[in-house]
């Protein structure tokens, strides 16, 4: 393929992005496909002479998009949002036409210094302390990470490198070995799956202790965790707090638990994967009080802050704990300018690395702070209104409510909501997911899309609603019920094409 | 940004992208900035109100490409290659636009299964045995990973799992943390640094055992070593076998190493992330003699196979023990079609994954088989071009040879190759990197860049020729010389502005 042929395939390729997103309410948000739809559509082997690109496009409508999930439909209410927005789409265009290796400075000096400035940029925006920033007097510093999983286990891989050295100091005649054979770490029962799975990576037994009411890790619980484990001559190493946890975007009590942490000396990490995104919001601040006690902060800008999928922000007090931990240099990857910028190869799992500063600065510039808080707040006042839509249904109840996560089931037995589920998953016109929460079965409903309107909610509900009443019937003394739901909503999604004015698509 | 926007920002940096490749060798392919250069041109903060996409497309070049190390130019010849082509450019866009996250069948089957098909189309484009593929009968399957360095940190604790069950089921009073203590892993002295640190990561010993002469790992010295190891009551778990090595692109004797492992029940794993590519030609399927005898393979379409970085292709005999030993299920991972097709987050380190497969099937299905083919090909024949240009003078001499890299250097003392590569670098004209082999200091010429023509290979020649005579004159007696730099290829980079015709570059 020429750079002509580049031209016109990827100019179509836009414009196929763009009309994807224009008519995505056209599609059911679930597709229709059972295991193995693909195998007998596709041939077995490469080509051997290589097909024409208008075919390959003309593959993706026929063979790919019946597969999707569409993530970004703004009936997708499922895990959390992953981010997708046109700036940060163009920014990952530009990083793959450059197509750079920016494991050391030298390998591309625009590289790592953008994400040094975007970093600072990010932190500053979400209020964090200076320490953090790359701009400090200090060790402190941010790095971009493919996920918040391997952020998390980063920071485990740094703390175990304090740790043991620490150790070794008081103790010069244990072994590593010995040392490591004794650590162990701790975050709440509400942590992501992939808190425990660092865990099991870095061979470190991860606790989980208890959350309260609120799904809240409290600071005495810590307390008494680490005293016991202590006494049974262990060695506390790693504590994860989950500031919006996955299940009903619970927060722990950072503040607690930092004064726990700082006089044991253990490492204190916060995971903030979607909450993180608020505290761009001066009024969500106080959700992460505390913060200057933790040693180590991420949040996932490819979650709910507009940047694609892959960008976990991570900052850390002291960067030094993360170089030790990795660096194993070589000749070949030395230069003459080693030391006056980070080698960010150091800071980070794998040697290799794309130039993703590229769609976050994308997104940060073209959108502004004020962009950004306007596309927080607004789905937050959705996920506000789909809570009075369902506190006006006397069928069913809120259990939670954060953010832009609302957990809601039908009153009664958890088997109801089962199968209010089952029934609106298998219609494919929406995706939602279940998590216990109380002891009690709910749905979660999260605001995902970046397109999401109000009528849009307004349309998952009506489609919630048809299900239920196939289940529970709909209350004949109307004075319970305060706002019918407008059946043509569901019936006819098509007439959402044309979205209505949203305030964080400001035109540019 | 709008739709509407984005149809203009989009197709504007298309242009961008086709027209920074068509000019690209009128740039240095060194920049000319000192760290810090990007921080005084740049705000200290996001801007409020989002900035125009214009100007930040001005400031792409403004700010941005000064300070960008070409690896696309044709005189990139450092590390080795990472690919960029169109067809894998238009795919990312696309992965980018559907925007979802591939953790499991559900959260978008398209995404689980064109990786299932593609990597079974990869597998079979190398000529790997069946037993390594997802469509053979056996638990053996590929999976896309972001980096050589996370599949081969992958590989070793599916081996640690392995060995752990193992030592447990002949030995059930040993704890795991015993077990765990007592384990050791093997790779060669010439194996990339990503090897040590997966053994870092992993808190297992990594061994560098000596190479022979030619840069190769051979069976007695590993048999040896585990012997040896095994005496001293350790637990030998993983051998790291290198398929072209960093520096000298040597090759591991895979046969006797195979039969070791095998006999000894230490999974041997395979390295090839530059190599690999070359085993789509079947006359260099020798190179991997004893494929059969390794319980993983990892090759990097992402290097030498215009696949865009991230896309690390693993494949494993077995792939229970990734499962195993990377499961943590949570009730919102659960969906109702599990078991029938792989989860793949149970294949890797994070748990969010891009929708790589639809780059490497634009590229597959646009190049064909012969198409890649040609393209290693002719970048071979590149690098046997640039070595009879070095034979040709004899102020030098070529140490080693293999496939697109040639380690040179000036005859006599270090220093004076020291020298050379350092006026070089200085020029900023070409990037070269060096290292040593056979005691010896020697520069890497590797051919990177897709675009790549026999004058390029002349000009970057020319420009080593010009440095060279200002360290040792040209001689007088031309008869040693059998052909003359022409000075003024190197004077005139521009000229090849217009690249001639290029096999790896087919108009579909």
């Given at each position: 393929?020429?750079?002509?042929?580049?031209?016109?395939?990827?100019?179509?390729?836009?414009?196929?992005?763009?009309?994807?997103?224009?008519?995505?309410?056209?599609?059911?948000?679930?597709?229709?496909?059972?295991?193995?739809?693909l195998?007998?559509?596709?041939p077995?082997?490469?080509?051997?002479?290589?097909?024409n690109?208008?075919?390959?496009?003309?593959?993706?409508e026929?063979?790919?998009?019946?597969?999707?999930?569409?993530?970004?439909s703004?009936h997708?209410?499922?895990?959390?949002?992953?981010?997708?927005?046109?700036?940060?789409?163009?920014?990952?265009?530009?990083?793959?036409?450059?197509?750079?290796?920016?494991?050391?400075?030298?390998?591309?000096?625009?590289?790592?210094?953008?994400?040094?400035i975007?970093?600072?940029?990010?932190?500053?925006?979400?209020?964090?302390?200076?320490?953090?920033?790359?701009?400090?007097e200090?060790?402190?510093?941010?790095?971009?990470?493919?996920?918040?999983?391997?952020s998390?286990?980063?920071?485990?891989?740094?703390?175990?490198?304090?740790?043991?050295?620490?150790?070794?100091?008081?103790?010069?005649?244990?072994?590593?070995?010995?040392?490591?054979?004794k650590?162990?770490?701790?975050?709440?029962?509400?942590?992501?799956?992939?808190?425990?799975?660092?865990?099991?990576?870095?061979?470190?037994?991860?606790?989980?202790?208890?959350?309260?009411?609120?799904?809240?890790?409290?600071?005495?619980?810590?307390?008494?965790?680490?005293?016991?484990?202590?006494?049974?001559?262990?060695?506390?190493?790693?504590?994860?707090?989950?500031?919006?946890?996955?299940?009903?975007?619970?927060?722990?009590?950072?503040?607690?638990?930092?004064?726990?942490?700082?006089?044991?000396e253990?490492?204190?990490?916060?995971?903030?994967?979607?909450?993180?995104?608020?505290?761009?919001?001066?009024?969500?601040?106080?959700l992460?009080?505390?913060?200057?006690?933790?040693?180590?902060?991420t949040f996932?800008p490819?979650?709910?802050?507009?940047?694609?999928?892959?960008?976990?922000?991570?900052?850390?007090?002291?960067?030094?704990?993360?170089?030790?931990?990795?660096?194993?240099?070589r000749?070949?990857?030395?230069?003459?300018?080693?030391?006056?910028?980070?080698?960010?190869?150091?800071?980070?799992?794998?040697?290799?690395?794309?130039?993703?500063?590229?769609?976050?600065?994308?997104?940060?510039?073209?959108?502004?702070?004020?962009?950004?808080r306007?596309?927080?707040?607004?789905?937050?006042?959705?996920?506000?209104?789909f809570?009075?839509?369902?506190?006006?249904?006397?069928?069913?109840?809120?259990?939670?409510?954060?953010?832009?996560?609302?957990?809601?089931?039908?009153?009664?037995?958890?088997?109801?909501?089962?199968?209010?589920?089952?029934?609106i998953?298998a219609?494919?016109?929406?995706?939602?997911?279940?998590?216990?929460?109380?002891?009690?079965?709910?749905?979660?409903?999260?605001?995902?899309?970046?397109?999401t309107?109000?009528?849009d909610?307004?349309?998952?509900?009506?489609?919630?609603?048809?299900?239920a009443?196939?289940?529970?019937?709909?209350?004949?003394?109307?004075?319970?019920?305060?706002?019918?739901?407008?059946?043509?909503?569901?019936?006819?999604?098509?007439?959402?094409?044309?979205?209505?004015?949203?305030?964080?698509?400001?035109?540019?």
């Open positions: 393929m020429d750079s002509n042929d580049f031209r016109e395939f990827g100019k179509a390729m836009i414009d196929y992005i763009a009309d994807y997103m224009e008519n995505i309410r056209n599609r059911d948000v679930l597709p229709s496909v059972t295991p193995g739809y195998e007998n559509q596709i077995k082997e490469t080509p051997v002479e290589g097909d690109w208008k075919d390959v496009l003309h593959d993706v026929k063979l790919i998009m019946p597969g999707v999930t569409h993530w970004h703004p997708f209410h499922a895990y959390y949002p992953t981010s997708q927005s046109y700036p940060s789409i163009v920014g990952e265009m530009l990083s793959a036409g450059i197509g750079c290796v920016g494991f050391s400075w030298m390998a591309s000096p625009a590289c790592t210094e953008l994400e040094v975007t970093m600072n940029w990010l932190g500053k925006l979400l209020g964090l302390p200076e320490q953090f920033l790359n701009c400090s200090g060790p402190g510093g941010g790095v971009i990470q493919g996920s918040a999983s391997e998390t286990l980063v920071a485990l891989l740094a703390a175990k490198e304090r740790v043991v050295r620490l150790v070794k100091q008081n103790n010069p005649s244990l072994s590593e070995g010995d040392i490591k054979g650590l162990v770490a701790y975050t709440s029962d509400q942590a992501n799956s992939s808190v425990e799975k660092s865990g099991i990576l870095a061979s470190i037994p991860m606790i989980h202790l208890p959350s309260d009411n609120n799904g809240s890790l409290r600071g005495d619980i810590l307390r008494e965790a680490i005293r016991k484990d202590k006494e049974a001559g262990l060695i506390p190493c790693y504590v994860v707090a989950n500031l919006g946890t996955t299940g009903t975007c619970a927060f722990d009590n950072l503040e607690e638990l930092g004064v726990v942490c700082n006089e044991e253990v490492w204190l990490h916060v995971d903030a994967a979607y909450a993180g995104a608020a505290f761009v919001c001066p009024e969500y601040r106080h992460m009080k505390g913060v200057e006690l933790c040693d180590s902060f996932n490819h979650k709910w802050m507009l940047v694609n999928f892959d960008c976990s922000a991570l900052w850390v007090k002291d960067a030094r704990y993360l170089v030790e931990a990795f660096n194993v240099d000749i070949y990857l030395q230069h003459q300018h080693e030391g006056n910028a980070p080698d960010y190869r150091h800071w980070q799992i794998p040697l290799g690395r794309r130039f993703r500063a590229l769609k976050l600065w994308f997104v940060l510039r073209i959108y502004g702070t004020e962009g950004i306007q596309h927080i707040r607004h789905h937050i006042n959705l996920a506000k209104h809570e009075q839509l369902v506190h006006n249904d006397a069928r069913f109840e809120v259990l939670t409510s954060s953010l832009g996560l609302i957990c809601f089931r039908l009153q009664g037995e958890d088997s109801l909501t089962k199968e209010l589920l089952e029934k998953t219609n494919k016109k929406l995706y939602l997911i279940p998590c216990y929460t109380q002891q009690k079965y709910v749905i979660r409903f999260v605001v995902c899309s970046r397109i309107t109000n009528e909610i307004n349309c998952s509900w009506a489609e919630i609603v048809s299900q009443n196939t289940i529970v019937p709909y209350p004949t003394d109307k004075s319970s019920i305060m706002q019918e739901p407008k059946k043509q909503d569901y019936l006819n999604l098509s007439k959402y094409n044309e979205p209505s004015v949203n305030v964080n698509e400001k035109s540019k």
